[in-house]
């Protein structure tokens, strides 16, 4: 841990394991430790960094009570890994690594906005819909049907990886083995429950006077109606998630079994990183919130991955009570996406990227002082040193294995 801050006034402490925290952080970790729904103490993880209401990177408890925007708007958002026996030096060639990408590209739908052409079929849809009555009539929707098993947009990847020892000096024992991961979450699914329920919680804070620290932090009693309605409707967006993520792997699966046919997958793990839930902490059971934050219980077995062009870890779990047994889920950003596109050079970004097969630089979509540049912002350096980031964690983490990409497929 790097920090504790208590000072007079506050209804809380702030335990952060983030070194040099950025300002905007940090001010919404206070508005947190004055949050009246909130128990015990507000946690950073080493990747924290300005959110939505709460920081990115932050981990809290509510006795009963559930803050949306402290799940935030992609629900479910997460990883999963595939480890394979396949050497590394199959994929030695960058030719045969861009063909590779290039089936990928072929099979999985990637970029804001992008679906698949028609509805995928899947049980849970029907499941939710027999199961919820009324709330059926919002989601899931026809655009949540074409979006199943496609990447989105953003931050999410698909990366074929290759093991390194933990010290990231060479080979590990045994030689180095292909891996493959993905980032990705309940694309608009997670964002249009989050909105719905922000404005159903803005509405009773309001009606009710709750003396809230920021109104972007409006909750809702977990017995009441509206409560009980977030956490269902939470729930079907990481069982979305997670199924949108298991068929994008079960494809990426497949096109490495064309490319390496003697391949065996020897293990799958798959996590969220934006999820509330009910758990022990401190004797009592608490909603605990992880907002860009991952799960460390002890012994369970994690992924924080880098950004793109630097490394990933698999990880294990140490139970630590003071993060509520949580994890960094990243990296975490350093730059905005418009500091980063204005400040950062396409030279420098593409040695950054330099042996890993990757799509270019496209032009910043969106608008301000970036309005006409390259898109910079998923850059490796628009993000903190993965290193410093496990470094900082390694009470809450012990790192397994050290994973560095081969060829990146961005959103």
Not at 70 to 81: L, N
Not at 161 to 185: C, E, N, R, Y
Not at 273 to 292: I, L, M, P, S, T
């Amino acid at each position: 841990m790097k920090w504790i801050k208590y000072e007079t006034g506050y209804l809380r402490p702030v335990k952060s394991w983030c070194e040099n925290c950025e300002e905007g952080a940090v001010r919404q970790a206070v508005n947190l430790a004055h949050h009246p729904a909130l128990v015990r103490h507000v946690a950073l993880m080493p990747d924290a960094h300005v959110g939505y209401g709460m920081p990115i990177g932050g981990v809290v408890a509510a006795k009963d009570a559930v803050i949306p925007a402290a799940v935030g708007v992609d629900i479910g958002c997460g990883m999963i890994a595939a480890e394979t026996d396949i050497p590394a030096e199959r994929f030695a060639e960058m030719p045969f690594r861009r063909a590779f990408q290039e089936a990928l590209k072929a099979r999985i739908p990637v970029g804001e906005g992008v679906a698949h052409g028609a509805a995928q079929t899947w049980e849970g849809f029907e499941e939710y819909a027999a199961n919820n009555g009324m709330r059926s009539d919002l989601w899931p929707s026809k655009l949540d049907r074409m979006n199943l098993g496609t990447l989105g947009g953003g931050n999410h990847f698909i990366e074929l990886q290759k093991t390194t020892s933990l010290d990231g000096t060479g080979d590990p024992a045994g030689g180095s083995k292909v891996w493959l991961m993905i980032h990705s979450g309940s694309r608009n699914l997670g964002k249009r429950i989050e909105e719905h329920y922000h404005r159903i919680a803005s509405r009773l804070c309001s009606r009710f006077h709750v003396p809230l620290p920021d109104p972007d932090l409006a909750f809702l009693p977990v017995q009441e109606p509206d409560g009980h309605g977030y956490f269902t409707d939470m729930l079907f967006a990481l069982r979305y998630a997670k199924e949108n993520r298991r068929r994008m792997m079960e494809a990426m699966k497949e096109t490495l079994a064309a490319f390496v046919p003697e391949v065996n997958f020897i293990r799958t793990i798959d996590i969220h990183h934006n999820y509330a839930a009910f758990e022990d902490h401190f004797g009592e059971k608490v909603c605990v919130h992880r907002k860009g934050a991952t799960s460390a219980k002890l012994d369970e077995i994690g992924i924080i991955p880098g950004s793109m062009g630097t490394a990933s870890y698999i990880v294990r779990g140490l139970g630590n009570p003071d993060s509520f047994m949580s994890c960094s889920h990243g990296a975490g950003r350093r730059l905005s996406r418009t500091a980063a596109s204005t400040t950062l050079t396409v030279e420098e970004c593409d040695r950054a990227m330099a042996g890993i097969v990757c799509e270019r630089w496209h032009k910043y979509k969106g608008f301000g002082k970036a309005k006409g540049n390259f898109d910079l912002s998923e850059a490796p350096q628009a993000y903190k040193d993965i290193e410093d980031v496990i470094a900082s964690e390694r009470d809450l983490i012990e790192p397994l294995v050290r994973l560095v990409p081969l060829a990146c497929l961005k959103g």
